[in-house]
């Protein structure tokens, strides 16, 4: 069972660092394709914690936490 540490979720950086080991356990994947073949693709212009992806197998672009 994984444990969560709530103090961990009041700030914006460090949910969604828990939200990412959470969701991508082997790593970050894409949602589409499932490779692991991702590279960071800037932030998010709305939420500058959240992380943008882009699929190097398939070009799919994505933000973590969604």
């Not at 700030?11 to 490779?35: A, F, H, I, L, N």
């Not at 073949?37 to 699929?55: F, H, L, N, S, W």
């Amino acid at each position: 069972m994984l444990s969560v540490n709530l103090t961990h979720l009041i700030d914006d950086e460090k949910c969604y660092e828990t939200v990412r080991q959470m969701r991508w356990t082997r790593g970050v994947c894409c949602p589409k394709c499932q490779s692991l073949a991702v590279i960071k693709r800037g932030k998010d212009e709305t939420q500058p914690a959240r992380q943008r992806y882009q699929c190097k197998t398939c070009g799919s672009i994505g933000v973590s936490g969604r």
